[in-house]
């Protein structure tokens, strides 16, 4: 019983130190892929993402009426209320 229990043991220990082998691995090429887009890529420096174009002939959103606006929101609060 004894020579089995130590066997576990050693299983465990041994299965402990692959898996933070390999996120260990993991962690290192993470980090070396993260400075190589750094590196190539880097963030531009516009603080914010630029805008999609909008598809050749596509018209700008319409604008809503009050009375419009209005239903919506009275639906939105009408199913809020339901649940």
Known sequence: MNDLLAQGVQLMVLGMGVVIAFLLILVAVMTGLSALVQRFAPESTGGQPAAAPAPAGASPAPQLSRQRKAA??????????QR
């Not at 919506?72 to 209320?81: D, F």
């Open 72 to 81: 919506i929101q009275a639906a939105i609060r009408q199913h809020r209320a």
